[in-house]
């Protein structure tokens, strides 16, 4: 412990280079960010930290009195606790879920975004029936804080809307889709955004914050019937485009943020039409689309190796043809090829050793790496990649942090050992013809690797934001729910409109990649010096 904690002071005195993508902005009529090779988003969700996940971190509900009721959500969370100890418990979890080691991690395997899922409860004043509490800011502006501080992008998501846009537990209670029922839910959602925009875009976090995600996986009717019609969404997303504009600040020669929207399960070029229509998208500036792929519900499970790697060959052509259009991002994907352990209740009582055991053959952790590598390959035809989740206890392949002490995951992502063909739909993956002969392939763990054998020494921080965590959470937890300014109608706070956005540099210039000077060597000095403090402490 002594240790590591060396290792973070150290980290603000060493640098790295900068791995950040070089622009989250398109200029009008230009090519979308991340078309070139390369320079891609390359990131990790905090998924299940500010929005429970039951299936994420089962230790949660496996203790009283939660065994005793089925807890799909954080509303049953809380109503079933009761608000004091539900904020009790929540601001434990809050703590230690995510911790400025992992932010170390994700700068050392050369990530450069982290993407936050948080639900609109924590940015709105609540209703009286509404079992949710508040107090996730000051852990939020920590972990901002940490990510200027090692150098890494965030994308901003609002994951779950009043009234529910999907009906599943990430949108904070899991039944009916009831956003579209009532004008109070499309106000409060606004009142929501707008709170949100102003409280990450704010002057203190330096332009941390690149990108904003309107919501998370909304259904419509297209792809559910319990879902809402398109143009319920496309109304959402236009009025909640136009609060953004009006709430963000943009840093001094930087240009806005980008305005993220997820694809709603539909075809990726379907949404060239919201884009061209003068009362949707059309007039819209710095815009790109988020999709979500997994291959491992319904029948996924029965498909053999080679058909999972197949399935994401299929979707190479039609990422490149989006991603010529606007920025494309794959904004979730994992590992998992089955829902092992996806059902909380089903690894009760589990270890990970336990749960993990079946994956840790060679030939097992060879498909996972091979599957991370195609994946990697695909989306990269786009703007990149965002990782789901950096944890999760038990379902591994679930998890980054797992994922790479199993060496499933490179700790260099354009590490690759297959040849890949972008104009083939099967087979993309030159499985039989490795790039570097047989004889360099990887090794992997044989059991449960501890992730606190990955290194986590580097730094890429800028000259202010040298502070220590604790000094940086000592000022943070100055923050209040009560002081975010949004707590009134979305009408009233886009007429503040643009007092702190009229204008943006056309350059396409943004926040200097911290550590962007760095000499050569640094990694090998901070390795040697945590190797000297292991050895003395």
Known sequence: MRATALALALAPLLACPALALSSWYTKPGDTPAGSVAGDKVRGVNLGGWLILENWMMPSLFEVSPLDEYTVNDEWTYCQILGKAECLSRLETHWDT????????????????????????????????????????????????????KYGLDVMMDLHGLPGGQNGQDNQGYKGPIEFQNNATNLDRALAAMANLTAFVTADRFEGTVTAIELTNEPYITEYSASGMEFDVLADYYTRAYAVVRANEYIQPANNEVMVVIHDAFQPLLNWMYFWSEEQYGANWTNYALDTHIYDAFGTDNLKSQQEHLDTICAMSADIAAAQAQFPVIVGEFSLGVNTYCVDYRSCFGLSLAETIANLTSYDESLFLRAFWEVQVDAYELGAGWILWSHRNELAAPWSWTQSAAQNWIPEDPTEKIWPFNANVSSSCLDLANPLAGDQNMPAFPTDAADPKNVTILVAKTTANATSSSSAAFASSSKVSQSVVPGLKSASATQSQSSATSTTAASSGARRLGPGADAGIGASALGAMLVTLAAMVL
């Open 97 to 148: 879920w995510v911790t400025e080691e992992d932010f170390a991690r994700f700068a050392n395997y050369s990530l450069n975004t982290v993407r936050i899922p948080i639900g609109y409860w924590a940015w709105t004043e609540l209703e009286d029936y509404e079992p949710y509490v508040q107090g996730q800011l000051s852990y939020l502006e920590r972990a901002l804080n940490w990510a200027t």
